[in-house]
C-alpha cells in the first residue's frame, strides 16, 4: 500500500456540535486519517452561530474550540457546499471511506391543527434562524406590529424566543442579534408575550437558570397562576425544585410592575389558530395530565394574539431516499449506523434532545466506530471532491476564507456588539474573497 492508500478519508456533513465533535475525535486517532467537513453555508458551527440564542454569547465561545479542531492538519472545512444539491451521498461514498451524516435537524415540527398557515404563525427554526441572521431566513416576511404573541412548547427554545423578543435594545447590546430583526423587536407594541405548556410544571422542560433569566428582564414581568402549581415538595429532583421555586416566585409577581407580561400558562394545548388571512387569536383547550398523560377537558379558551411562534421541536431533513425515520424525524439508523460506510450523530441520529455537550461523547462513540469498522481502499478523499466541484462550477470556502468573514463581521461590530452579521450568502462569499469589507450601512439586510 502507498501512504495514500493508508490513509482513512472521511466526509462529515454539518458543520455544528455533532460534526465538529466527530471530527475532533477523528483526528486525535493514532493511525491517519483526513477528515473533511462539508457544510450547504459558507459559515460554520452550525446551531452554535443559527440556534443558540444571540444574548447566550458565553455559549456560543464553544466556537473557540471547534475552530482549534478545524486547525488541525488533518480537518479542512469547505463551507458553500450543500450535499444533496451540489453532490450526492453516494458521490461522496465513491470518494471516502466513510460518511458522516452530522446535518441536525432544521426543519419545524407541524402543530398539525387548523390555522397553522395563516400569516403570523411561524416555528421556531424560521423564527430563530431570522433573529440570528440564518440566510434562509433572512427574506422571513414577519410582521411584529404584535401587542400580543403566543408561544407554544415549554422547552428552552420557548424561553429563548420569548426573552429576545422581551429584552430591550440596551439589555440585547453585549448580543449579536441580527440587525434586521432588533429593528423589527425593539419597536414592536408587544404588551403581552405567553409560553404555552400542554402539560404542567412537573413536565415542563425548561432548565432552571433559563427559567431564572426571565425573572431579571427590564421590561417585562413573567407572570404564572399558582392554581397550576403543584406545591414546591411535588418535586422529585434538585433541578425541578429549582424550577418549580421560581414559578412559585413568579406566581408572586404584580403585573403591573413592568409594561410587557410574560404569562407562563400551563395545561393548555392548542387546537386552532383563529383568523382570515394572518393569525387573531388562538384556541387552546384545557388539559389535565395523568401519568404523565395529556387528557383534554374540553373547556376552550381563546387569546387573542397577532403572533404565534411554535417552539414543539424539529426534523432532519431527509436527504435523498436515505432510510429516514418519519415519525421521529431523523435518519434511521441501527446506533448511528444508517448503512454500509455511512453514519449519522447528534440530532440528526437521535432527534432534537440534549444540550451541545451531548454532542461530544456522541461524537467520540460515533469516531471509536469508524476507526473501528471502515479500512482505508485508496479513495481519493478532498481531491476527488476538489475535483468533482471544481468542475460543476462551486465555489468553496475555506476555513482561512471563514476566518476573513468573521473578521469582517467582527470590524462592523456597533458599540458592544460581538459581531454584526452578514444574513446573505453573497456578502458572505465577498468578505470571503476580501472584498466585501462592510456591512449594509442602513442595518437591515442589503438588497440584492
Ligand atoms: P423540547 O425541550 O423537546 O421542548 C419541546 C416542547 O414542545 C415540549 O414542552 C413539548 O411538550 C412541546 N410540544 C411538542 N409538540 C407539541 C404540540 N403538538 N403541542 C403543544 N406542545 C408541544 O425542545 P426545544 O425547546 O426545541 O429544545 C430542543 C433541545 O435543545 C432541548 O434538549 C433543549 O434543552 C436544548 N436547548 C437548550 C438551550 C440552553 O441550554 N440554553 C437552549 C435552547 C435549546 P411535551 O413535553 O408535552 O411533549
Known sequence: MSGQD??????????????????DAL????????????????????LIRAGVAPDHQSIKQVARRYAETAHRPAVHFIGNVEVGRDVSVAELLELYDAVVLATGAPADRRLGIPGEDLDGVVGSGAFVGWYNAHPDYV??????????????????VALDVARVLAKTAA???????????????????????????????????FTPKELGELGRLERCVPLVDYHDLPPPDAAKSGGRRKLLARLWDYAENDPNDKPVRLHLRFYARPVQVRGTTRAEALE????????????GTGEILTVPCDLVVTCIGYRT???????YDRRHGHYRSADGRVADRLYAVGWAKRGPVGTIATNKPDGREAAAR?????????RAGRRGLDRLIAGRGIETVSFRDWERIDAAETRAAAGLQPRRKFARIDQMLDAARGSGQTVNPSGGPARK
Open 171 to 205: 439589555e440585547m447590546e453585549h448580543s449579536d442579534l441580527a440587525a434586521h430583526a432588533a429593528e423589527k423587536i425593539h419597536r414592536a407594541p408587544m404588551q403581552d408575550i405567553f409560553i404555552f405548556g400542554r402539560r404542567g410544571p412537573l413536565e415542563a422542560r
Open 27 to 46: 483526528a486525535q486517532a493514532e493511525r491517519p486519517v483526513a477528515i473533511d467537513i462539508i457544510d450547504r453555508l459558507p459559515t460554520p458551527y452550525g
Open 6 to 23: 493508508e490513509i482513512l478519508n472521511v466526509a462529515v456533513i454539518g458543520s455544528g456540535p455533532a460534526g465538529y465533535y466527530t471530527a
Open 317 to 323: 431533513a431527509p436527504l435523498g431516499n436515505l432510510p
Open 139 to 156: 427574506g422571513l416576511d414577519l410582521d411584529l406590529d404584535a401587542g400580543a404573541v403566543a408561544v407554544i412548547g415549554n422547552g428552552n
Open 370 to 378: 469508524i476507526l473501528a469498522e471502515a479500512t482505508p481502499a485508496g
Open 284 to 295: 387552546l383547550e384545557r388539559t389535565r395530565v395523568e401519568a404523565g398523560q395529556v387528557t
